[in-house]
């Protein structure tokens, strides 16, 4: 028996985004046809103001559909309809019914959502959290990169369309030898250059699924986009490198820029005698004031729950881990609402991490194929306080 599936629909992002992308209204049917494959449809909701001229014709489609159009009032900023117009409301209106259908629903174990903003992706991560399925449907152009990250699939509306082309054709047209994933890897690493866009992971896999119109790595057998990647490195199609808190993608002829020089051959500082996280807090030795570069104090700062689950959750990485990974495992605590810590924040808390020896540094290759090393960091779980936060104490 296929799995329970809710729809919900950002109408106005998906239909700007077709409009100005291909020219068309969204296509309901295609998008109903592929949620199909992930479940059996038990509700299906579009949100936008239907008052609205683009949008007034869209209700009669979308209830003979089974869709039910939501009605939210689009606000404007003094001035009149020549400003800018508010549709945050239609955002936290889908989010806050998409999470009331969480609680109330718990049988619902595949959630579709239609759009490319990525402001949903604190809504990805709480449906996710709660164990669930969550798809994306959007135009790859017009979609946050990292709300294809973070959702557990990504299927493009250009995939859609082109799938009903060729379920038309099928029968005339030999069909299309199937590409080389690791061709179109290249392929896409080239556009991105060519055309002065960040090689990010997402954006090259964003890139790949514009050119091939879907692409899932796990029908290649890798978990992680990264692990294709990694592959691909190995076999010296592509080279990749940390940079500015993200896996940067690169051609082999091209040079792969190294850490910053002054963290590259920084030497681990002197040893001092610490108190480790004592009295004074955040492992600092006898008498001295928190570091002045932070500031940031972990007993003070911290409440004992939120240190023991920032250890755990550095303890669950590939030790050494770079300081992006440590970043992003933090930054997803924050996420699911485990935490509540800024950016600058978690980058105070890891510095201070540093300063009281719960890390420490360390200068290699992020694995065995990688053509660059970097700074990497290490969690000391010999350290009494590391210890006694594994242990849950």
């Known amino acids: 028996m296929n799995e329970d599936l809710a729809i919900f629909i950002d109408w106005e992002n998906i239909y700007i985004s077709t409009v100005s992308e291909y020219n068309s209204k969204p296509n309901v049917s295609a998008m109903l046809e592929k949620a199909r494959e992930y479940g059996r449809i038990v509700s299906a909701t579009a949100y936008a103001d239907w008052t609205d001229g683009e949008f007034r014709q869209a209700p009669p489609t979308l209830y003979s559909n089974g869709i039910t159009p939501k009605y939210i009032s689009a606000r404007y900023f003094p001035g009149g309809k020549s400003q800018k117009r508010r549709t945050n409301s239609i955002d936290v209106m889908l989010a806050v019914e998409c999470a009331d259908f969480l609680h109330n629903h718990p049988q619902v174990g595949t959630y579709v959502l239609v759009t ?30 990292h709300l294809i990250e973070s959702a557990d699939h990504f299927v493009s509306y250009a995939s859609l369309l082109e799938e009903e082309r060729a379920a038309r054709a099928r029968d005339k047209e030999p069909q299309k030898k199937v590409s080389d994933p690791y061709e179109e890897l290249v392929r896409a690493v080239k556009n991105l250059k060519s055309g002065g866009k960040t090689r990010v992971l997402g954006q090259v896999k964003q890139q790949m699924i514009v050119q091939l119109g879907s692409f899932d790595e796990r029908n290649l057998g890798f978990k992680k986009f990264k692990d294709f990647v990694v592959e691909a490195e190995r076999r010296n199609l592509v080279n990749t490198v940390d940079q500015d808190l993200e896996l940067q993608v690169y051609l082999p002829d091209e040079e792969v820029p190294q850490p910053e020089a002054d963290l590259a051959a920084e030497e681990p500082p002197a040893a001092v005698e610490t108190t480790g996280v004592g009295e004074n ?13 932070t500031g940031f104090d972990l007993l003070e700062d911290l409440t004992p729950y ?33 935490l509540e810590l800024s950016r600058e924040e978690i980058g105070e808390v890891i510095n201070a991490m540093l300063n009281a ?14 053509k660059a090393g970097m700074v990497l960091y290490a969690l000391d779980t010999e350290r ?6 594994l242990d849950g104490r």
């Open 116 to 145: 490319g903003d990525g402001d949903f992706i604190p809504l990805v991560s709480l449906l996710r959290s709660r164990g669930k399925n969550v798809v994306v449907i959007g135009v790859s152009e017009a979609t946050s990169y």
């Open 357 to 370: 020896r719960l890390l420490s540094r360390t200068y290699a290759k992020p694995y065995e194929q990688a």
């Open 281 to 293: 807090g955040g492992g600092r030795a006898n008498g001295e004031q928190p570091d002045s570069r």
């Open 306 to 338: 939120e240190l023991r689950t920032i250890c755990q959750t550095v303890a669950g990485l590939r030790q050494p881990a770079s300081f992006v990974d440590i970043f992003s495992g933090i930054r997803e605590l924050d996420e699911r609402g485990e």
């Open 384 to 389: 009494e306080e590391v210890k006694n936060a």
